[in-house]
């Protein structure tokens, strides 16, 4: 059961982005702020981590839960090592997908070419 609710949870999330999308003048880039912000501010609630509990791993699939790691990080450092904290523990939990993401769109880029 934990499957559906998964996908349906991460389903709901692009059923939302595309219906904004296609009815607003906003751009994906705007989307996607969006949701990030979406995401830290129901993390900052600890709704999130509820959320995460109920459906699994779907929840940690969109982009929500970039929002959700950038802000559980920040507020797990600012408890040890105060207001410098937010600054150090943003990118603990995030520094994988980034540099993931940073390094194969390197390699990807060797091999494709853009068109005009």
């Not at 999308?21 to 830290?40: E, R």
């Not at 839960?65 to 904290?85: D, K």
Request: glycine letters at 12%.
């Amino acid at each position: 059961m934990i499957y559906l609710y998964s996908f349906l949870f991460a389903g709901t999330i692009c059923l939302i982005g595309q219906i904004i999308l296609d009815n607003t003048k906003l751009t994906p880039g705007h989307i996607t702020s969006l949701f990030v912000v979406i995401g830290a501010s129901l993390d900052i609630f600890n709704i999130y981590d509820k959320i995460v509990q109920c459906i699994g791993g779907g929840a940690l699939v969109p982009i929500t839960s970039f929002g959700h790691l950038l802000t559980h990080g920040a507020m797990a450092r600012a408890a040890n090592n105060g207001f410098i904290g937010i600054a150090m523990g943003m990118f603990d939990f995030t520094a994988s997908g980034i540099t993931s993401a940073i390094f194969f769109a390197f390699i990807f880029s060797l091999f494709f070419k853009p068109k005009d």
